[in-house]
């Protein structure tokens, strides 16, 4: 998955743990700093992960096309709850990260 922007840089988490590898191997995000840090870059910027309650407001702008995607939230397990047709050609997709996190991906048609 490519990655281009997320709309939030921390990500609550019951365990940033757990949450830290899910964004890392779902959503294919690069590593910041020491391996003990647990942080990863989106667009140029630190994402961390916090304790705390989930939220239902993450977009995540990728370049993937659709077929892609799909075929990648399906090898890592995680399930679509809905897709939906976006302006120019776009198409998002709502999964839950590890955390209860609701991410709204958007990609290419």
């Keep these: 998955m490519k990655a281009r922007k997320l709309n939030h840089k921390e990500i609550p988490a019951q365990d940033?743990?757990?949450a830290f590898r899910f964004w890392r191997d779902v959503f294919d995000l690069p590593q910041s700093g020491a391996q003990t840090d647990r942080i990863l870059v989106v667009d140029?910027?630190?994402l961390t992960f916090v304790q705390?309650?989930?939220?239902?407001?993450?977009?995540?702008?990728?370049?993937?096309?659709?077929?892609?995607?799909?075929?990648?939230?399906?090898?890592?397990f995680v399930a679509i709850e809905?897709?939906?047709?976006?302006?120019?050609n776009k198409i998002a997709v709502t999964v839950k990260d590890s955390e209860g996190n609701t991410v709204v991906i958007e990609a290419n048609a």
Excluded: I
């Design 16 to 18: 940033p743990n757990r």
């Design 44 to 46: 140029h910027e630190d």
């Design 52 to 76: 705390g309650q989930p939220r239902a407001d993450f977009e995540l702008l990728v370049r993937d096309h659709l077929p892609e995607l799909k075929k990648h939230l399906a090898n890592n």
């Design 82 to 88: 809905k897709e939906e047709a976006r302006f120019n």
